[in-house]
């Protein structure tokens, strides 16, 4: 889980609603481009809901369907990347509560949202093919489904996981799987 990210590369997440391409340029947010190659290339996305879907605003994912994961995943807090890119529709940051705080929870941007810019949040890629996939993803349940990690209210993900988001939210998305497709 330490290996150094390609200059560029590509994942490729199969959905419930379709493939959705991710293209990640390290240059971007170093840190957070290595952290999203290592999850991705040792399955740790496979079989993830999508739990924060905000229309017109982003579609977050990250907590693992095995609540032992989410612990030891918990704290396993990555240094901030300076922001260099705009959070701009169709790119990707990790989500945090505090500076410091990235862990597995991603976002991928469905408005332009430059606001997230000035209070820290670096993207470090850009859907590429896909987009109406993630615009198709369920958001009916906004917040209620464990809401960001600011909300505070992840604590059924964390100790029941999926079991708990498929009992109260079932018509929740899903990433099947997930794979660093293309090195370059």
Same mark, same amino acid.
Request: proline share 7%.
């Given at each position: 889980?330490?290996?150094?990210?390609?200059?560029?590369?590509?994942?490729?997440?199969?959905?419930?609603?379709?493939?959705?391409? @991710?293209?990640?340029t390290?240059?971007? *947010?170093? =840190?957070?481009? %290595?952290?999203f190659y290592n999850?991705?290339?040792? #399955?740790?996305?496979?079989?993830q809901?999508?739990?924060?879907?905000?229309?017109g605003f982003?579609?977050?994912?990250g907590?693992?369907a095995?609540?032992? @994961?989410?612990?030891?995943?918990?704290? *396993?807090y =990555?240094a901030? %990347?300076?922001p260099?890119?705009?959070?701009?529709? #169709?790119?990707?940051?990790?989500a945090?509560?505090?500076?410091?705080?990235r862990?597995?929870q991603?976002?991928v941007?469905?408005a332009d949202?430059?606001?997230?810019?000035?209070q820290g949040?670096?993207p470090?890629?850009?859907?590429?093919?896909?987009?109406?996939?993630v615009e198709?993803?369920y958001?009916?349940?906004?917040?209620?489904?464990?809401?960001?990690?600011?909300?505070?209210?992840?604590?059924?993900?964390e100790?029941?996981?999926?079991a708990?988001?498929?009992?109260n939210?079932?018509?929740?998305?899903?990433i099947?799987?997930?794979?660093v497709?293309t090195?370059?």
């Amino acid at each position: 889980m330490q290996a150094r990210a390609p200059a560029r590369f590509r994942a490729s997440f199969e959905t419930t609603k379709g493939e959705v391409v @991710i293209e990640v340029t390290r240059e971007w *947010a170093p =840190l957070g481009a %290595d952290r999203f190659y290592n999850l991705v290339r040792s #399955g740790f996305y496979d079989g993830q809901r999508i739990s924060r879907v905000r229309p017109g605003f982003i579609a977050q994912w990250g907590l693992h369907a095995d609540p032992p @994961i989410i612990a030891a995943w918990k704290a *396993a807090y =990555l240094a901030d %990347d300076p922001p260099r890119e705009s959070n701009v529709k #169709g790119t990707v940051a990790f989500a945090f509560k505090d500076p410091n705080t990235r862990a597995t929870q991603v976002y991928v941007n469905l408005a332009d949202n430059r606001q997230l810019d000035a209070q820290g949040f670096a993207p470090f890629g850009r859907v590429v093919s896909g987009m109406p996939a993630v615009e198709q993803w369920y958001g009916g349940y906004g917040e209620d489904a464990g809401g960001g990690l600011r909300a505070g209210t992840q604590g059924p993900i964390e100790r029941e996981g999926a079991a708990w988001l498929d009992r109260n939210f079932p018509l929740l998305d899903r990433i099947i799987r997930a794979r660093v497709e293309t090195v370059r």
